[in-house]
């Protein structure tokens, strides 16, 4: 079977596992540590919080079901874990889930002389996003169209 095929084939067996835990998948990879293959399992809930308790729950589900089925031809840990409370927001959907977090948008351009932008996400409007960036105790509403993010991710406000 390849990659792919395995891989949705994963996605098969744990999405009801998922389903039964009230968790969202995030992510499912395979990574390389040292000779240590990994199957990464990324969870959260509805809301994008996690706990050490659901994800060990999870984790035994899954490996319980993964050595039911033998599905997997070769020695790999399991890894199941938060998705982060700095997770990657990779699409336009999950950036209007997270309306109203702190956020961090690098950017392809600079925007007020600045590659990276900190604040508050306010709103999705089409492809453009509003923060709320506060300088020197000035609060300033900045627009910024999708097609000029490098990158965005939750961040932690300090």
């Given at each position: 079977m390849s990659k792919r095929g395995v891989m949705e084939k994963l996605l098969g067996l744990i999405q009801p596992i998922l389903v039964e835990h009230q968790v969202i998948l995030y992510e499912l990879k395979w990574r390389q540590e040292q000779k240590r293959r990994i199957l990464s399992i990324a969870i959260m809930f509805e809301d994008g919080s996690m706990d050490i308790d659901t994800c060990a729950n999870v984790s035994e589900s899954v490996s319980s079901k993964l050595d039911e089925v033998d599905l997997i031809n070769h020695e790999y840990y399991l890894e199941v874990c938060s998705a982060g409370a700095e997770r990657k927001l990779r699409d336009l959907s999950e950036i209007e889930a997270v309306i109203n977090s702190f956020v961090k948008v690098k950017l392809i351009e600079p925007i007020l002389g600045?590659?990276?932008?900190?604040?508050?996400l306010?709103?999705?409007?089409?492809?453009?996003?509003?923060?709320?960036v506060n300088e020197k105790n000035q609060v300033t509403l900045v627009e910024v169209a999708y097609?000029?993010?490098?990158?965005?991710?939750?961040?932690?406000?300090f």
């Open positions: 600045k590659q990276v932008l900190l604040g508050d306010v709103k999705v409007v089409a492809d453009t996003i509003y923060l709320e097609n000029q993010i490098k990158e965005i991710r939750l961040a932690i406000k």
